[in-house]
């Protein structure tokens, strides 16, 4: 009957496309039908890969369903939401897997109801303080959803693999589009303007306008790491040159996209991934970081300028436009967390560019210093994970991938700030919850090992 349907349908879109042409719309509606199908008539194996699927979209940028004009619903917010539904529905998934939340979203989840204050004594835009709020709550589906995913094994694997395979489709369009803009009369259903920007200092930045913005970018820093761990896993000489290329194209990708604090943030995991791992390999790295920061300013005018005032605002002395107005709107939403230190709902501080302050304004000091501890705390415990499986020769790989996205992760919240749209929050959210399950699991096989063995095996073993 599957097979039927899909045939069905199959025939329905070609004969749909033959009329009236494709263009995103269809496309994106297509993509949905088929994961939808994938997911409520797969049963439990259709979850699982459902939700493989649901991070392929992440790809879809910012192709949205507009319900008023500051609340538009994102397709991949409502898969996630279709897919914690049909686990619902099969609760032997949820009796087999430990779940559970850390502790400090335990702490942050009653200031979320809280900031709905302004609503209730008065007249506030609830479509804007929805908006802010639901990008928040779309962690908890992810939490729940993860963990039951990841209960198969191989699961790691096809996750990773999507995601990496994500930030591979962006940085490959974003560079076709950027040295082949006539790609717009080709494909003009889904690209609109790929000519690139001029920025105040002459820096020639690509556009993404398959997905959307340069936030695209964002994904490219947390999706590079996982380069790492799939050269291990898949290790001919073939599949190593396919994950180097694609690696490629994401680096000239954050390159070209233009966010200084991207590229200093890219230096960061150079750095960590040598110093920790890549003493062998560190000289294939920087050549290829070479090449790439060679070929692009050979290429592209004034990068030595864009440099030189993303450090200039780094030391809190803006020299350009963009970066004195986030200057800007930092110090409002400091000066609105002193005056309201218990915040002022949901979306008062508006765009801020740091989930950190958003938080501190919207919410409150204390919820922006509980979120903040969370990510530090998570943060420590990576490491330290991460440091002792180098050490042992076990997962060693894939605790460095998780911890460099991680970082990148980091940046996104403190500088960027994502909690504005489910686009840019979503793979923030997956990376972050990839990093909660890998260390629960990682801290449950140690007491495993421990509990297993003889007591005069392990000191601490023989202290239990």
């Known amino acids: 009957m599957i097979v039927v349907i899909a045939v069905l349908a199959a025939v329905a879109f070609g004969f749909y496309v033959a009329q009236n042409g494709l263009s995103y719309k269809e496309l994106i509606l297509a993509l949905g039908v088929l994961i939808t199908a994938v997911i409520v008539f797969g049963g439990e194996r259709g979850i699982r890969f459902g939700f493989v699927l649901w991070v392929l979209t992440l790809a879809l940028g910012y192709r949205t369903v507009e319900w008023t004009k500051d609340l538009r619903i994102h397709p991949s917010e409502i898969l996630l939401w279709?897919?914690?539904?049909?686990?619902?529905?099969?609760?032997?998934?949820?009796?087999r897997t430990r779940l559970?939340?850390?502790?400090?979203?335990?702490?942050?989840?009653?200031?979320?109801?809280?900031?709905?204050?302004?609503?209730?004594?008065?007249?506030?835009?609830?479509?804007?303080?929805l908006n802010e709020f639901r990008d928040f709550l779309l962690f908890i589906p992810i939490m729940i959803i993860v963990p039951i995913v990841l209960q198969r094994e191989n699961y790691w694997r096809l996750l990773m693999l999507a995601f990496f395979l994500v930030g591979?489709?962006?940085?490959?369009?974003?560079?076709?589009?950027?040295?082949?803009?006539?790609?717009?009369?080709?494909?003009?259903?889904?690209?609109?303007?790929?000519k690139p920007e001029l920025t105040d200092e002459g820096f020639v930045r690509a556009q993404f306008s398959f997905w959307g913005g340069s936030q695209a970018t964002f994904i490219c820093a947390m999706a590079l790491p996982v380069a790492l761990v799939l050269v291990t896993w898949w290790s001919r000489w073939y599949s190593r040159a396919a994950i180097v290329l694609a690696a490629g194209f994401q680096m000239l990708a954050i390159y070209i996209g233009g966010y200084r604090s991207l590229w200093l943030i890219l230096i960061l995991q150079i750095v960590v991934a040598c110093v920790l791992r890549l003493q062998k390999h560190g000289f294939a790295v920087a050549a290829l970081c070479l090449v790439i920061g060679v070929g692009g300013y050979h290429y592209i005018p004034n990068t030595t300028e864009r440099a030189m005032t993303g450090l200039a605002a780094l030391r809190g002395q803006p020299i350009d436009h963009s970066a004195q107005e986030r200057k800007d709107r930092a110090f409002d939403a400091i000066d609105q967390a002193i005056a309201k230190p218990f915040g002022g709902g949901w979306s008062s501080a508006g765009w801020v560019h740091s989930d950190f302050l958003q938080v501190a304004a919207n919410l409150g000091v204390v919820p922006a210093l509980i979120f903040l501890a969370g990510y530090l705390f998570t943060l420590e415990k990576l490491f330290r994970n991460t440091r002792s499986c180098l050490r042992t020769g076990e997962h060693g790989d894939f605790g460095l991938a998780l911890l460099l996205a991680f970082i990148a992760a980091g940046e996104h919240l403190a500088i960027q700030g994502v909690q504005v749209l489910p686009q840019m929050a979503l793979p923030v959210w997956f990376v972050w919850t990839l990093v909660q399950v890998w260390l629960r699991r990682t801290s449950e096989s140690t007491e495993l090992s421990y509990s297993y063995a003889a007591p005069n095996f392990y000191p601490a073993a023989n202290f239990q």
């Open 168 to 194: 591979t489709w962006i940085g490959f369009m974003g560079v076709v589009e950027y040295w082949f803009p006539q790609v717009t009369d080709i494909f003009p259903a889904f690209i609109h303007a790929a």
């Open 100 to 129: 559970s939340l850390p502790w400090w979203l335990w702490l942050f989840i009653p200031f979320w109801a809280l900031a709905w204050w302004p609503l209730v004594v008065g007249d506030a835009p609830w479509d804007k303080m």
């Open 82 to 95: 279709l897919l914690l539904l049909c686990i619902f529905a099969h609760r032997h998934l949820l009796a």
